[in-house]
C-alpha cells in the first residue's frame, strides 16, 4: 500500500516489518545508538517501536534506541520520561488512557448511564497529562499525538450521525491539544496529515489489541512512527526561494502581451498564480529570502513588479535577476548575494527544462516545477513547500534578514571605498553578549545548527541534547547581537562551552555569514575571556569543508593551524593580535545588562 | 527443502538473527530462550506479512515450533 507523502509529493512506500526489522538492528559491532527516544503510550509498544528505530535508522543512519514504560499507565509513564529523559519522546495518546471503557480490552459498561462519568474522567485525565506534558518538555522535545483510533461504537444514535456525548469528548480531547500545542516544546502531530497517509478506517487491528495490547494494523504504525520521526528530528528548514516570472509568478508572456495584460486573479483564469503570489508574501514576512530568476526584458519586469496589485511586494524580492542568459548563472549570482548554500534553496520554474538546466548545475538545490497548465496540482506544490519551509517559530532575526541582506550591499559598497579601520570607526556599532542559559530559547540552537561556514567543528545538536547541554551547571553560552547604522542584524553568534578543571573548553562558536567584515569574532572571544575570568580557552576545532572563515580568523593566532583537534589559546596570545575595535559593547548576564568599555573603545561611539 | 520453508526460515532470521539456519529448522519454544511473547507475536505477523495467512489463535500450540508453523503454513497459506 502506498500513500502520498506531501513533503516530498512522492507515495510514501509502506516500510513492511521484515525491512523495519532489518534496519532497526544495529550492525554487528556497530557503537551504542548515540539517540534516545522515549514512547510513551499505554498499549503494548511492540511493532512501534521497531518502526520508531527503523526510521531512525533511515533519518540518521543509525538505529534510536527507544524506551518504553508500563502497559495501561500513560500518566506514570509520562513521569518516568521526565525522571529519566531521552533526546526526544513521543507521547501517542488513545481514548484508552482517558478511560479504559473507551478501550477493547475492558468490559464495564457502555451503557448511557455511564456516559457521564465516562465524560467526567476523561477530563480529569486530559488535566492531569496537560501538567505532566509540560513537565516533560522541559527535559526534551515532544511529539504528541492524540487518538488515531476511532471511538468505539458507544454512542446512542445511528452511525451516520454523531451523538453529543461522542462531540463532547471529542471537543475535550481538541481543546487539550490545542492548549499543549501552545506548552513550548511540544508538537502536534497533524491529524489531516495523519489521514492523508494512513487511512482512518485501516488503522484499528481488532485481533492484536485483543491478542497482544497492540492496538495498530502494521501500515498505520510505520506511517505513525514516520511522522514521529519527522516531528522529533525535522530537517533544518530551507531559506529562500529563487522563481521564476513568466507562467510562475503570473500567467502570460510578458513579452508577448504586455504589462497590463498579464494577471494573476480569477476574472483572467489566473487566480492559481495569485494563490503562489500570496503564499510567497507569507514566505516573506517570516523571514524566508525570496530571489528572481527571469529570461525577460530588465525594464519590463521593471514595469511589471511596479503594479500595485501585486500580492507579494516589489520590496520582498531581492535579488532580481533579469537577463537572457542561462538560468543557472542567474541562480549562481543569487547565492552569492545571498551567501548560502543551493542545499538551503528552493527552485521554481514552469518550464521543466529550466528545472532540469538549474538542477544539474546545483544538485542540492530542490527544484520544482511551477503546474502552469494544472491548477489541481497547485496545492500539492504549496504544501510540498510548506514542508519545506516549515519553522516552530518565527523569531526577530527572521524578519530582518531580508533588510540586512539589502543593506549589506550598501555596507559593501562603502567598506571598499574606505580603509577598513576608518569604515569600522564610522559605524556607530553597537555589540551586545548576553551570557545566559535560556532552554526556551531557540535561536542559539537554530544558529548553531544552520551555520556553515563561520563554524569551530560543523557540529549539529538534537533539542534534547541542546537541553541537556544547558541543564549542565558547568555549561555556559553567549549570544551576540548587532546592530550599525546599517540597521540590526539581531542574534547573530553564539559560542558555547564548558568550564573544565583547566580552562573552559569551547565545543561550539558560530557566527552568521551576514555579520562577517565586523571584527565581531575578536569582541566576542575577549568578553568570553573576561567573563569567565580565563587565561586560556581551549576550542573543539575541525575542519569541515565550509568553515574556511573560522579557519582563517584562526590563523591568526595559530601558525600553522592544526588539521583537527583542541587547540589552547592563551589570553595573552590573543591580546597581543587584538586588533583596534571601535565597537560599543553592551554585556548582559542573566538579564542585567552593564555596559562595557574596553580599553580599544574609541570617543564618541554611543 | 522446499521454499515454504526457506522463506519461513528468513522470518526467523528476522527476529532470531543470531540463531542458524540448521537451529533454526529444528527449533522450539524450548530450544530457543529469546523465543518470548514478543518474538511469538512479532514472528507471526511475519508470517501473515510473507505468506498472507492469518494465524488461528486456537492453534496457538502449533506455532510454538518450526515445523509446527511450517505444516501450518502448508495447510492454509493461498501464497504457500
Known amino acids: 500500500m502506498t500513500r502520498n507523502n506531501m513533503l516530498t509529493n512522492r507515495p510514501r512506500e509502506h516500510l513492511k516489518l521484515s525491512e523495519a526489522l532489518s534496519l532497526a538492528r544495529a550492525p554487528e559491532g556497530a557503537p551504542p545508538a548515540s539517540r534516545s527516544v522515549w514512547l510513551v503510550c499505554g498499549f503494548t509498544p511492540l511493532h512501534l517501536v521497531t518502526y520508531l528505530q527503523a526510521h531512525g535508522r533511515r533519518r540518521f543512519g543509525e538505529p534510536v534506541h527507544v524506551l518504553t514504560g508500563v502497559f495501561g499507565d500513560l500518566p506514570g509513564n509520562l513521569e518516568r520520561a521526565a525522571a529519566e529523559p531521552a533526546n526526544a519522546t513521543a507521547v501517542v495518546l488513545e481514548w484508552p488512557d482517558l478511560d479504559p471503557r473507551l478501550g477493547l480490552r475492558h468490559a464495564a459498561g457502555w451503557t448511557t448511564a455511564v456516559s457521564t462519568d465516562i465524560e467526567a474522567e476523561v477530563r480529569k485525565q486530559l488535566d492531569r497529562l496537560r501538567s505532566l506534558l509540560d513537565h516533560v518538555a522541559q527535559r526534551s522535545p515532544v511529539a504528541l499525538c492524540g487518538p488515531t483510533l476511532p471511538l468505539p461504537p458507544i454512542g446512542h444514535t445511528g452511525l451516520a450521525q454523531d451523538s453529543p456525548f461522542e462531540l463532547r469528548l471529542r471537543a475535550a480531547v481538541q481543546s487539550f491539544l490545542a492548549d ?47 511522522l514521529l520521526i519527522e516531528l522529533l528530528f525535522p530537517c533544518s528548514p530551507k531559506k529562500a526561494l529563487i522563481t521564476d516570472l513568466d507562467d510562475t509568478l503570473w500567467h502570460g508572456i510578458l513579452g508577448e502581451i504586455g504589462v497590463q495584460r498579464i494577471a494573476w486573479d480569477l476574472e483572467n483564469h489566473a487566480q492559481h498564480h495569485g494563490l503562489y503570489q500570496q503564499f510567497l508574501a507569507a514566505l516573506a514576512s517570516r523571514g524566508v529570502l525570496l530571489g528572481i530568476a527571469s529570461k525577460n526584458e530588465p525594464d519590463l519586469v521593471r514595469e511589471a513588479l511596479a503594479r500595485r496589485d501585486l500580492l507579494v511586494t516589489a520590496s520582498s524580492l531581492f535579488p532580481i535577476e533579469v537577463n537572457w542568459g542561462p538560468k543557472s548563472a542567474s541562480v549562481a549570482r543569487i547565492l552569492k548575494a545571498w551567501n548560502i548554500g543551493p542545499a538551503d534553496v528552493v527552485f521554481v520554474d514552469d518550464s521543466p527544462m529550466e528545472t532540469a538546466e538549474v538542477s544539474a548545475a546545483f544538485p542540492e538545490m530542490t527544484c520544482l516545477t511551477f503546474p502552469r497548465r494544472d491548477p489541481d496540482k497547485l496545492i500539492d506544490l504549496l504544501c510540498q513547500l510548506r514542508g519545506l519551509f516549515g519553522r516552530q517559530e518565527i523569531l526577530e532575526e527572521d524578519r530582518l534578514r531580508t533588510a540586512s541582506l539589502r543593506a549589506s550591499e550598501h555596507f559593501e559598497v562603502e567598506r571598499k571605498s574606505t580603509s577598513e579601520e576608518d569604515f569600522l570607526a564610522q559605524l556607530g556599532a553597537v555589540i ?47 549570544v551576540v547581537s548587532y546592530e550599525d547604522k546599517f540597521g540590526p542584524l539581531g542574534r547573530i553568534a553564539v559560542i558555547t562551552g564548558l568550564n573544565g578543571a583547566d580552562a573552559p573548553r569551547v565545543v561550539s562558536w558560530v557566527m552568521s555569514c551576514r555579520a562577517f567584515s565586523r571584527r565581531i569574532e575578536h569582541h566576542t572571544l575577549d568578553r568570553v575571556f573576561a567573563a569567565l575570568g580565563a587565561s586560556r580557552l581551549d576550542f573543539d576545532y575541525r575542519p569541515t569543508e565550509r568553515n574556511w572563515p573560522l579557519r582563517e580568523f584562526f590563523s591568526r593566532f595559530f601558525e600553522p593551524l592544526p588539521s583537527e583537534g583542541a587547540l589552547c589559546l592563551t589570553k595573552a596570545a590573543f591580546e597581543e593580535r ?22 580599544v573603545l574609541l570617543e564618541g561611539v554611543p | 527443502m522446499d521454499t515454504n520453508e526457506v522463506r519461513l526460515q528468513e ?14 529448522r529444528n527449533s522450539s519454544i524450548d530450544t530457543i530462550p529469546a523465543w518470548d511473547s514478543v518474538a511469538s507475536v512479532t514472528l507471526l505477523m511475519l508470517v501473515q506479512e510473507e505468506f498472507g495467512v492469518v494465524p488461528d489463535m486456537d492453534r496457538f500450540e502449533e506455532f510454538t515450533s ?12 493461498p501464497n504457500a
Open chain 1, 180 to 226: 499543549a500545542a501552545e506548552i513550548r516544546g511540544v508538537r502536534l502531530l497533524s491529524a489531516e496529515h495523519l489521514a492523508a497517509e494512513s487511512l482512518a478506517a485501516q488503522r484499528l487491528d481488532v485481533r492484536m489489541t485483543l491478542a497482544t495490547g497492540f492496538p495498530y494494523t502494521l501500515a498505520h504504525g510505520d506511517v505513525l512512527a514516520a
Open chain 1, 432 to 478: 551586545t553578549v548576553e551570557f545566559a542559559k535560556k532552554p526556551s530559547d531557540p535561536r542559539p540552537l537554530e544558529l548553531v545548527n544552520k551555520t556553515n561556514q563561520f563554524n569551530l567543528n560543523g557540529r549539529r545538536f538534537t533539542e534534547g541534547e541542546w537541553m541537556a547541554h544547558l541543564a549542565n551547571p558547568d555549561s555556559f553560552v553567549a
Open chain 1, 578 to 599: 587584538f586588533p583596534q575595535l571601535p565597537h560599543a559593547i553592551k554585556e548582559i548576564f542573566d538579564g542585567h545588562e552593564r555596559s562595557s568599555t574596553p580599553g
Open chain 2, 11 to 24: 522470518c526467523f532470521s528476522k527476529v532470531f538473527p543470531e540463531i542458524g539456519p540448521e537451529a533454526i
Open chain 2, 66 to 77: 518450526f515445523r509446527g508453523l511450517l505444516d501450518y503454513i502448508r495447510e492454509t497459506s
